[in-house]
């Protein structure tokens, strides 16, 4: 039996084996996903999404407490409700707070990021005014038909969370 000459092997290897790289490279469907370049990353505007988030979950947090403190007067028992019903009021309240003032926060154009941070008095003031807006106009005269004998706390006790939500953006 004779064997073949080197140089005819190599030929035939050539000719009859695909090439390293058009064989083994994925169809551009397959190809794995790269992240984007650094110039095509998205810059955002700034906005007021921290202040809005910050100072709304403190509002609606304060406002849950006060609607569990009602409500737990409603059962037969008329007992009053355990701190565990009135801080998990709170955090819920909290949450849907936060992203409700996140979003509507992010609608309005900031001159640059932060614009509240280093004045808190400002910040302060626009939580204060935000929470009185909510608790007296929107709760008292909005849904029932004026204030009782507690709004007034209710609508104290809610400026008062946004104030200091606010001073604490602004800090």
């Known amino acids: 039996m004779r064997i ?6 190599a030929l035939v290897a050539a000719v009859c084996c695909a090439s390293e790289g058009a064989a083994q490279r994925l169809p551009d469907r397959l190809q794995p996903i790269r992240p984007p370049a650094a110039d095509s990353v998205r810059v955002y505007a700034p906005s007021y999404w921290v202040e809005g988030a910050t100072i709304s979950a ?8 006060f609607a569990a403190r009602g409500l737990c007067g409603l059962d037969e028992t008329g007992s009053p409700c355990g701190f565990g019903t009135y801080a998990a009021s709170a955090a819920i309240g909290g949450v849907v707070g936060a992203a409700l003032g ?3 926060g ?4 900031a001159p640059h990021a932060r ?11 626009i939580g204060a005014v935000g929470g009185a807006l909510w608790s007296v106009g929107f ?6 038909d004026g204030c009782g004998r507690e709004e007034p706390i209710f609508g104290i006790s809610v400026s008062l969370a946004g104030a200091l939500a606010g001073w604490l953006v602004g800090r």
């Open 4 to 9: 073949a000459h080197p140089m005819l092997l």
């Open 58 to 65: 403190a509002v609606l947090g304060a406002t849950t407490v």
């Open 102 to 104: 996140a979003i509507v």
């Open 106 to 109: 992010g609608m309005f154009d």
């Open 115 to 125: 614009p509240l941070r280093g004045h808190p008095g400002r910040a302060a003031l």
């Open 139 to 144: 709760l008292c005269h909005g849904i029932e």
